[in-house]
């Protein structure tokens, strides 16, 4: 398995979107995400996407350099269309404008719709804290059924994720970020690839029984495609996870226009997103009460006393800072199928092999 340094796997990406039509900008920003997915242990939205992104831009799905339209807007809200323009690209300048208006009118709502894949959600509750605002942030993937609700064995949702980011003064942001399925497709994606392998039962079958076999998601066909096997992921945390799900589909998808998860529509996949954007100063009585609330009480739940086989207790946001430290230093391990299926995306997007093993440093 080729272990590649983080700058220089940012950088082979990086030159795959150029070459596949993206402006150079554009290309950086994509790789940046998908690199900094892997850096804090993402795999599942890391450079695993590198090939799928490169045929989306080979077949429409996702057009390179599309400007976010601004369907409607007022001092505190804004309605987004991403025209089917790159993800990362898209929610980015989604982030920027919730932003400037959080930052002008102490709250902001903005929603966005027919994004190509957003990646990593969390990325953009990052962005957020970064200028001082807490963020809310529902999502889901149209054209993407694929989680079964809490007893079910058919696939009605996406993945559908939720994040949440607190901004802490002069440190690293509390980021609540997951898929509100017991594991995101990307890590079925990333065990049918010879990567880590699922948790017990995080999958069904068509007869209803759980498994672990990502067969269960994608048949044995290959390339693995979601739309070619019968079972599907299982909602997280019963009815109550199965519960937040739906209020994904039903914000993050039907509020903000992008459509619910559901049968084939005949439209491409799209990330619909509804974010919330909150100034703490607004709503504070006394100033630094809220930064030095959360300092306290979140010092307070990391003091509880470790549940049997725990090293200690982490808070949400930790288990990322502490993988992007050991992986910064120690390079990224890439299994070999992930590996392959970029030298794919490489050749597809014109840059030869061997350029590609130069700039990433694999021989
Ligand atoms: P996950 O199950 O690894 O959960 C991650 C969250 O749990 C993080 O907030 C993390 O800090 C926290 N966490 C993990 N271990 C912890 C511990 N021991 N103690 C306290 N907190 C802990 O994440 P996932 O569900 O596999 O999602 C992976 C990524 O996939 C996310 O970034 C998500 O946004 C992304 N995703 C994107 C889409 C899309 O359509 N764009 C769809 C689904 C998922």
């Given amino acids: 398995m ?102 002008a009118m102490e709250i902001s709502v903005v929603t966005l719709k027919n994004a190509g894949h957003i990646g990593r959600v969390g990325q953009y509750a990052e962005q957020a804290a970064a200028a001082g605002l807490v963020s809310i942030h529902f999502v889901n993937a149209r054209s993407s059924e694929l989680v079964a609700p809490f007893g079910a064995r058919e696939r009605r949702f996406s993945t559908a994720p939720f994040a949440v980011g607190i901004p802490q003064n002069g440190a690293p942001p509390y980021i609540l970020d997951f898929a509100t399925s017991i594991v995101a497709e990307g890590k079925v994606l990333v065990a049918a690839q010879g990567g880590k392998s699922l948790p017990k039962g995080a999958l069904i079958n068509d007869k209803g029984d759980l498994t672990e076999d990502p067969i269960a998601l994608y048949s044995d066909a290959k390339p693995p495609n979601y739309r070619n096997g019968t079972g599907a992921i299982r909602a997280m945390g019963e009815h109550k996870g199965s519960g937040l799900a739906l209020m994904c589909e039903l914000l993050g998808g039907a509020f903000s226009g992008n459509g619910a998860a559901g049968p084939a529509s005949g439209k491409p996949f799209a990330n619909g997103m509804l974010s919330i954007y909150l100034t703490p100063a607004a709503f504070a009585e006394e100033d630094n009460f809220f930064s030095e609330e959360v300092r306290r009480y979140v010092d307070h739940v990391k003091s509880a006393a470790p549940a049997a086989g725990v090293d200690k207790v982490l808070v949400p946001g930790e288990p990322e800072l502490e993988r992007l430290e050991a992986r910064r230093r120690d390079g990224l391990e890439l299994p070999e199928d992930v590996w392959n299926s970029i030298l794919e995306a490489a050749e597809k997007a014109g840059l030869p092999n061997s350029e590609a093993r130069s700039i990433a440093g694999v021989n």
């Fill in 2 to 103: 080729p272990i590649i340094q983080s700058d220089r796997l940012s950088a082979v990406v990086a030159e795959i979107f150029d070459r596949a039509g993206c402006d150079r900008k554009e290309a950086e920003r994509v790789a940046e995400s998908l690199v900094g997915a892997n850096l804090r242990g993402h795999d599942s939205h890391g450079v695993i996407r590198t090939l799928r992104y490169v045929t989306w831009l080979e077949t429409g799905w996702i057009k390179a350099g599309h400007p976010v339209r601004v369907v409607r807007e007022s001092p505190v809200m804004a309605v987004l269309d991403a025209e089917q323009g790159f993800g990362q690209s898209a929610a980015e300048k989604a982030v920027e404008i919730g932003i400037e208006k959080a930052k």
